[in-house]
């Protein structure tokens, strides 16, 4: 019989914090981190700090000023299947599923307000056609948050440069530097 324990795949969505990219310039007692990685979409009616590093893709943080509820997502392309594995990389998945995640923790539209981050990297194009990902990325953002009604507060996108974002669900505010 075989005794040898199953070691797991190696997930980095589960990594301590000390393995992750600091993005904040001094520790902070009052919110707990989460790093969002590309794909991702992170909510919450309690004091956080999220953080991530955006190129081409794009972070959209959406904050309920009323109820002081906070969220972020980022998403690596402008458009993609629903039934995919991995859905939520798709601007078309992941807005409208932190948006349903936000009204799930009791936020309100008419509380609502995003700030977006990303879009950069001119050099990034789809093979087809030749146009910058950043900026479809960024297109894809702005048309849902009109669509939804949806009050937009901050904006720091396109450029040749990644940035470096972090965002409070408490108080929705939010900052970035560029790479």
Known sequence: ??????????NPAVLPMEYLPRVLNAPDDKHARHYLIPGKIFAAAQPFAISTIVGSGVALCLWDSEHKIGGANHFILPEGPEDSANATRYANIANQ????????????RNS??????????????????????????VHAV???????????????????????????????RAWSDQL
């Not at 019989?1 to 190696?10: A, H, I, R, V, Y």
């Not at 599923?97 to 309100?108: P, Y």
């Not at 450029?159 to 669900?169: D, N, P, S, Y």
């Open 112 to 137: 609502l307000e995003a700030r977006i981050f990303g879009g950069s990297l001119p050099a990034v194009t789809f093979s087809s056609g030749g146009d910058c990902v950043g900026d479809r990325n």
């Open 142 to 172: 702005t048309h849902f948050l009109k669509l939804n009604g949806i009050r937009l507060v901050q904006s720091e996108v396109g450029g040749t440069q990644g940035r470096k974002l972090v965002f409070h669900t408490d108080d929705g």
């Open 1 to 10: 019989m075989n005794s040898k324990p199953k070691l797991q795949s190696f």
């Open 97 to 108: 599923a932190l948006l349903q995640r936000m009204f799930d923790l009791g936020a309100q």
